[in-house]
Nanobody, 117 residues
Framework: QVRLVESGGGLVQPGGSLRLSCVAS????????MRWYRQAPGADRELVAH????????KYGDSVQGRATILRDDAKQTVYLQMSMLKPEDTAVYFC??????????WGQGIQVTVSS
């Protein structure tokens, strides 16, 4: 059974930092590209960060460029999203995604991140 379980969300003050984790199981993690998406109320889901299956290519959304880092640990089957200098507009539900080719596309249940004082 494929599972992606996010953790590390919650309430963070503006200017603060957080680290989200996503633990994968039920598929060959090392062969999948991993992504973090987010969706704010009333908005479309947007790509936050992408890391290739080999870990040697990363890409970030314009809104988090310079403030986010995506990392993967294949031994732990975990992908991380580190974010700093958080802003209220970073408030959203964050989703972990595993992607391989056209057809293998797995999603976590999402985790709430709220940036507020």
């Amino acid at each position: 059974q494929v599972r992606l379980v996010e953790s590390g969300g919650g309430l963070v003050q503006p200017g603060g930092s957080l680290r989200l984790s996503c633990v994968a199981s039920g598929f060959t993690f090392s062969t999948y590209a991993m992504r973090w998406y987010r969706q704010a109320p009333g908005a479309d889901r947007e790509l936050v960060a992408h890391i290739s299956s080999t870990g040697d290519f990363t890409k970030y959304g314009d809104s988090v460029q310079g403030r986010a880092t995506i990392l993967r640990d294949d031994a732990k089957q975990t992908v991380y999203l580190q974010m700093s200098m958080l802003k209220p507009e970073d408030t959203a539900v964050y989703f972990c995604n595993a992607k391989q080719g056209l057809w293998n596309d797995h999603w976590g249940q999402g985790i709430q991140v709220t940036v507020s004082s």
